[in-house]
Structures are given as C-alpha cells and as structure tokens.
C-alpha cells in the first residue's frame, strides 16, 4: 500500500502517492491503442491531475456528423424532385439509429421514455435514479459534471448524507449495464463525462431539427421535425430537478414547433391541425399564443364560433386564476376574427377622470416569469381583504422599472378606475427627490381633486378618501425610503401598489406588510436572448461564443446588457466581438459600458447615485471593499479590512446590502463584477498609508486563524513577526471544522497572498502560504497549491530568507509527489537541505529528511531512502521535541511495513503513536495507526489489526481527512477479506479515492475485483 504526501516543513507529512505506470498486460496495451485509435488521450497515473493535453479527434467527429445530419435532414429536400414511391422511406429516427453505427454502439432516447442501444440490443439502465444519472450525463453530453453537480441534479436540495455513496454505486451500476460502450463514460478528477454524439441522442437530433426548420421556415421542415417526436412525455418516469426542467423545455419545444406548423397550414391540413392544437389546450390552458393559433385555425376552417368561445374560454380562465386579461396580441386576434378593429370596451361615464399613466411597455422585456407570477399572485383578491403591496428591489439597472411597468400593462384591465405612476427621484442625479408633500399633490391633480389641502397629513387623508371603494393601480418608482412612500398608500384594499427602490424598504415590510420582491440579475439565456432582440438574431447567431461572454463581461444586467447592444447596432464596423475584447480589461470596462450623448445611461453612473446615497463610514467600508481581492468576505474579514469591531462591520455590511451594492447569501457578502470594478475605481482614492493598512490587518487576522491549527510550538522558529489582530479568530472545534472552513476561503486566502506579494508584503504572505498546508494536504489541488507555492518563493527569494525557501521547497514537494513528479520532488528537497546549513535548522532538516526518505520509498528505492529516515529520527531524538519525534518514527515505521518489516514497524509506530497524540496531530496520529494495522496485520493479529484500523477511521472521519478515511477503510477491507464486509468497505474506499482522484482507486478496484472472482469461483470464506 503506498500513501504518502509528504511532510511540511516544520509538519512532517505522512502521505506521498505512489508513481503508478501504464498497464502493460495485453489487454491494457490493447485498450490504449483502440483509445489511439480513436484519436482520444489515454492518461496514465503519473499525469494524474492535470487535464488532458488533447480532445477526441474532432475532425474524424465533424466529418461523421455532417454526413449524418445531412442524410438525416435532407429528406424533404428530395420532393424538389421525382420520388419513387415504392423506394425506402428515410426518416429522422432510421438515420439516427444509421448514426449509432458509424459513431459507436451506443444510442439514446429520451423523448418518450428514456431507453439505450448498445448495437442492436436495448439495455436496461436500472433503478429511477441510476436512470435520472444517466439521463443528465446524456443531456450533458461532452460536457463533464462535476460529482456535486449531479448530486444536486438528482436529489435536489433534499441530498442525504448517504447521496455521494449512491452517486458512485449507479456510475458503477452504468459502467456495467453499458458492457462493450462504457469506455463512453468518462471519469476524471473534474467529474463524469458521457462522449455521446448529437446524432445518436434523439434529443439533440429534435433540437437540431427544430432549429433547422425555424431557420427555413418551411411546412415541409416542420413536418420533418415533428415527425421525430413520439406519443407521451420526455423522460417519462425519471426522477431529479435537473431533468424535470429538461422534461418542461422538450415539452415546450414541440408546442412551439406544433404553433409554428399550425401557422403554415394549407387549409386541406386543417382539420388534423386544429386536432393537435385542441388536445395541448388542456395542458397548457393559459398559452395565449397556442389560444391564438387555435382561434385563427378554426376561423379559416369556417368555424368562428368555435374560435370565438376559445377566446371566451381563455379571457374567463385568466381572470380566475390569475388575475389578468387576455395580452393586447391575443385581443386584436379576437377583434381581426370579428371583423371589427375595436377593442370592445365600455367607456367611461362623461366626466369621470380615469387616468392611464403607465409608461410604454418595452418591446425588449425578456425573463421574470417568476417575478411575473408573484406580482400576479400578489394582486389577487384573498378570503381576507387586506393593502395589496409589493416592493421591487434591486441594484440600479437591473430592470426594476422595466419590470413594475410590464407588470401594470398585463393587470391593468383589472383595475377600471384608472392606473398611475410616479417617479419619486430617489436615485436620481439630475433631480432633487419628492418629498411626499410634493407626491401627493401630484397624484392628488391625476385624480381630479381640486382644492388640494396645504399640509402633508391632510394631503394624505384626501388621498386616501379618493382612493376609497377604488380598484387603482398604483406605481410608485425609484423610492428612496420608507417615509418617502409610507403616506403615497391607499388606505383600503381594493387597490394594488407596486413600490420600486435600490433600498429594502424594511419599513414597508414591517408596518405594512408588504411583500418583497428581489430582482436579480438574468439568467443566461435570458440575456442571450435579450442580446437577440436588440441587436437581431443573424448578428448573435454569426458571434454566440462571444454573445455568450458579452453577458458575462456585463453581469448579466439589463442595463449593461443594451448599452453594449446600443454600442454594437449604432457604430458602423464594431462587431459584438470587439466590444468583447474592449470589455476583457476591468480597468476600463466602466468607460466602455455607457453612452456619450445620455449621462442616464451609464452603469458608472447609476452606480455612483447609490454611492453617493452611503453615509461617510459606509462609503469608506465601500471603497475598502473595492481593496479586498477575493471573491467574498464575511463579518469577520471585512472587521479586519475596515479596522472596526465585529458589530460595527456587521452595520456597515446591512448598510450596503439595503443599498443593492452588496449581496448576502449565508454569512458571505459578495459583489457582482461590475460594483466591484466601480468600488476599485473609488479605492483608488484612499491614501496609500490606508490601503497598506488595511491589506495587512487582513492577512494578520488569517494568519492569527490559521496559527490555532496544531502545535503551537512548530514553526516558532520561522523568519516571520507573530501576528495580531484586533478582530478575534475563526475558532475551530477540530480539524474537519478547519478544512471546511478552508475550502469556502481559500479564493480569498489565496487572493490576499498574491496581493501581498505584488505590494511588497513579503513576509505575511510566505507565512501565509506555511498556515495553508493543513488545508492543501487533504484537499488534494496539487496545482493550485504549486501556482500559490511559486508566488510565495518568489517572495522568499525576494526577501533572501534560506530557511523560508527551504520550506517552500519541501511543501513544494509535496505537491509535485500527488502529481507523481518523484524525481522533481526529490530535487526540491536536495535543493532545500542545501539550503539548512545552521545548527539552529534542525526542525526543517527533519521535515526534509523525512520527506525525502519517503519520496525514495515510494519510487522503490528503499535502500536510499533508510539512511534519511534514519538520520531524521536521530535528529529528533536529540532535539526531544514531540511532533518530531512522531513524524521521524512515522518515517521509520511506513519503510518497514512496506517492506514487509512487521516487527521492526511496530517498533518504532508505538512510540511515534505516542508522541503523535502529544503533540494533537491527527493526520500523524492516523497515518501512523495505519501502519501499525498493516504490520498487526502482517504479523497475523487479526482482531487487533481491525482495532487499529477502525481507531484510524474514527479521527480521519472527524478530521475530514478523506484521504486516510479511505486507507484505512481500504486496511479494514483487506482485514475482513473472509466475508461479506470486504465488499462494502472496500467500495466506500474506492469512493473515497476516486473523490481525490487518487492512484490508490486503481488498487482496490483490483482487490475488488479478487474478491468478486474468488467468491464466483464457489470457494468458502
């Protein structure tokens, strides 16, 4: 058993993994080269880690596609000519399952129930969620998705403790029902790949048909691409959140390619149209478009009224469920089948004023259905008559506005006695805001009144008086407080209020009960499809990758979203592609997103009119935050960064999240790029004395936190001043708790040190490197530890300091050991001894012998690797210090167990044990119950090897230690090979390592599969 890592320096690590080479049976060589021939990269253990430095064969790929997408797609293009009616008939399906023999065995559906052809033999993908698995893999296919992902796309936000075990045991269970095609699932460190092409998924091939038949716009390509779709529902049966969504846009494609083919109809069609269309109604009772095509199929198939009760059908079923009438499109089809042009409506009695004060409605509103759905819900009468209000809150520019207005259009048929709007100024930079004195007197003069009362608790009952019995809707936008708006609110409940602001309004939630509603950005194809509509389809379609990133670049924001569209569509010659690349530099991609001639429309500045909203102190913890280089803080950090206490960040933090300027999700605090980008600009400002300051009680407060892991006594003797810091540490309740909390840091962590660096810090940030070991060591990112480990000794060798860069030479090694580079380890640690030539660096010469007698053990060259081993033990015995002396003996101990030493191993482990537990190392302490369960086990003490195991279990289960939790699993499995038990211990090891992606996967896969033929071969246990 190999498993090492190496040891940190002053930390003797106890763990490097074993260089592994390609198999060279005859059936491994046989694999790779069919692999070869495939034109895929085969990697072997040593290069483990590291993505692969080549894709499938795309060209051989292209040229297969194109060749069966266009038989597949060609068909209709054959009526051009004569048809011979007796000859085979080609269909989308048959040249999908012709596909499946030119790509490979595999073939998939999915758009009845989901079923799988290895050649010509349907196999059977097992248990709903095996199933659900498979089907995700397939819908991602050439993507890979990670193990979280597929969790959460499977089980949803209700995963149990037990979900990655599952996960591993139906990728198993798929392996093996794939049989001669499961080379097609792809695993690596990143996650699970399905390599399945678009012509065998018929998925994809119906997606493909669609776009093909929307693009020529063809009755003919339609037929084509509905022929394709079997009875029932996609993925019937399949369980997760992730496919239910794909089920909903699959069901929705066909209705839109059903609604476009109807649209087309020859009216000798008609009848079997208007059939297909009638039974979707059920299922999609409230699609004004499907409603729409429907009503106009019947009128030209002479059945008006059958067209006009549709209508009557969809006017009443909207006004029940939802609230609303039937959209302007959908009334002018009634009146076009009616012959009459007017809407219908009964107008208002002489004299009575009903203002209509909605803005224009934007033809660009793309998005916010859920957003639509909960204004709608909101505007509803209940059982219990109660103010119907409801606040829209956001950043500036997210389209609070846009989304208030679109929402009074739909409703506003509801609402007979009239719609207003105001514009209260909140945010404005070119006027001064309302005051509710100057509000009420103009919506007071919108409703007719005339004697308008001078004082504001006057002016407010009058409004309310009016408004009384009324069924108004009212928006009221850009309010910049709750007093601005409280006054403005009708006093009953037949009225509706839509309240827009950058601020939370919590008064308005509090006192009056209104509901929030928190605009965020779009999703990404929204955007997309925002993009589409502003500057047309053709131009997205000739540019979608970069499309694609211009949404990202504009954080996915309205605003920014169609000034880069206005940029694009209005300045002859710029593609969306050279926006792209003016948008790639941050440091000027403020001055980019905005327009010369409109000071409105620019995300500077809507962005500076909430900033200039921040008290002094809130408007320099912003500037600060624009300081900070990583991705989040939370109370604790911004503390640091603000250089105030734990309460008062927590205010300043609630100040800009009640602004739009922050975001809160848990106790993280993040920025979108574009605030962040503005809040860099403004630190800037800040003297250089302030900025210096505050990046140093940052990295203060981290390397105090980090210091409370371990002995407290290694690594004193470091070239760095102990660190302080006002804002008290993360405490952590033991070493799981440490890696965890890690893991949501270490951007920022690793942010902060590459600042440090850059700003001449030099020290903080390598002893900030040092803390990190802990964490590098169990989360196995062997390459983002040595891209952090390159930058710290580039900080040592600034400073010259020998013994910081022999420590970062002997983590160093560590590293390039997981990656398998054993021969760059051991020129790291040769390098690193080189450098202690002082008496007083007897702690790092320790931690470097170690190491290297472990990286020789591990490359077999057991003979080299005694003599540092044993010179890291007499060293140690002569200092006397503890956490030396168990990572020496630790040393000693794992040569001999791996060379079948057994006494000798437990010789020198029980004391290591010992001195292990003194010194509160729980990496030390199981590794070393490790070895001495091999050797208890080697010398045949069965029942106490077991012990020994489980103990290790135990302490790496509570340290988070996934990398000893399975050894020692693995250890209990070879224990227990006489029963049951093995089986189910060893897979929860293979699990284990195949999370981190390490070689040892490779060797309990092969005792697995001893056990399995062992017992196949009918011998007792």
Known sequence: MTRRGGMPAPLVSPVIRRQAGPARDGKGQCRVEAFRARGTTVRTARHRGRPDSHAVGRADVHSVRCAIVSAALSIQRRRDGPEDEAGPRVTARSALVAASTVNGPL???????????????????????????????????????????????????????????????????????????????????????????????????????????????????????????????PFAGVPGPFVAQARVRLAGLRLHLLIEHAER????????????????????????????????????????????????????????????????????????????????????????????????????????????????????????????????VGAGGIGKSTLAVHAGHLLRDGYPDGQLYINLRGFDPSHTALTPEAALHHLLTSVGARNIPTGRAERAALWRSMLADKRVLLIIDNAASSEQVEDLLPGGSSCFVIVTSRSRLSGLAVRHGARRITLGALTDEE??????????????????????????????????????????????????????????????????LQLADDALCSVRGVLSWSFAALDQDASRAFRLLGLFPGPSVTRHTAAALFGVGLERAAVLLDRLCALCLLEQDGNRFTMHDLVRAYAAELSAELPPGERRDALSRVLSWYRVTLSRIGDDKVGRDLPFEPPHSDVPPVRFDGQRDYVRWCGTEWQNITAVVRRAARDGQHGPAIH?????????????????????????????????????????????????????????????????????????????????????????????????????????????RREGRDYYLASAYDTVCELAAETGRWAEAMRHGLPGLEYARRSRSQILEANLLINLGLARHGLGQQEAAEATFGEALRISEDAGDRYHEGLALFGLARVRAGDAQAVALARRALARFEELD???????????????DYAGAGHDH
């Open 107 to 233: 073939r998939v559906e999915g758009l009845g129930t989901l079923r799988a052809f290895v050649g010509d033999n349907e196999i059977e993908l097992g248990p709903p969620k095996q199933r659900a698995v498979f089907a995700i893999l397939a819908l991602c296919a050439g993507e890979t998705v990670s193990r979280g992902q597929l969790i959460d796309r499977v089980w949803g936000e209700s995963a149990p403790a037990t979900a990655a075990g599952s996960l591993h045991t139906y990728l198993s269970g798929l392996r093996r029902v794939l049989g001669p095609a499961q080379e097609r699932l792809v695993s690596s460190r990143a996650g699970y790949r399905l390599r399945l092409e678009r012509e065998v998924f018929d998925v994809a091939v119906a997606e493909d048909l669609a776009e093909r038949a929307r693009v020529r716009g063809t009755l003919d390509a339609y037929e084509q691409a509905l022929r394709l779709w079997p009875a029932g529902t």
């Open 265 to 392: 109809a020859r009216t000798d069609m008609l009848p079997e149209v208007i059939g297909r269309l009638l039974a979707e109604v059920p299922a999609h009772p409230f699609d004004e478009r499907l409603r729409g095509t429907l009503m106009t199929a019947l009128h030209r198939a002479g059945r008006t009224a059958d067209a006009l009760a549709q209508y009557e059908d969809l006017r009443r079923g909207l006004a029940a469920e939802l609230g609303i009438s039937p959209s302007p499109e959908t009334r002018d089809r009634h009146a076009a089948i009616l012959a009459d042009d007017s809407r219908h409506r009964s107008r208002p009695a002489a004299g009575v004023l009903r203002p209509a004060q909605l803005p224009h409605d934007t033809d660009a509103f793309v998005g916010r259905a859920a957003e639509l759905l909960a204004l709608v819900e909101s505007s509803g009468g209940g059982a219990t008559p109660r103010r119907r209000i409801v606040m829209i």
């Open 527 to 592: 955007s997309l499809r925002l993009l589409t509509t502003l500057i047309g389809e053709d131009r997205v379609r000739a540019e979608l990758s970069s499309a694609r990133r211009l949404t990202t670049l504009c954080d996915r924001s309205p605003l920014a979203l169609q000034i880069a569209a206005e940029k694009v569509v209005s300045t002859v010659g710029v593609g969306i592609g050279d926006l792209v690349a003016q948008l790639e530099n941050i440091q000027h991609r403020l001055d980019e």
């Open 768 to 876: 900030l490197t040092y803390l990190l070991f802990h964490y590098f060591y169990v989360a196995a990112r062997p390459l983002e530890w040595l891209d952090l480990l390159q930058v710290a000794m580039r900080a040592a060798e600034s400073l010259g300091s020998r013994v910081a860069q022999a420590v970062l030479l002997n983590h160093s090694s560590v590293a390039y050991s997981r990656l398998g580079r054993n021969d760059t380890a051991v020129a790291q640690l040769h390098r690193g001894l080189e450098l202690l030539v002082e008496p007083e660096d007897w702690q790092h010469r320790i931690s470097l012998l170690a190491n290297l007698a472990s990286t020789l053990r591990e490359a077999k060259e057991y003979d080299a690797a005694r003599a540092p081993a044993m010179e890291a033990l007499e060293l140690a």
């Open 998 to 1012: 390490a070689e040892e996967a490779a060797e309990v896969s092969a005792f697995l599969a001893g056990l399995v």
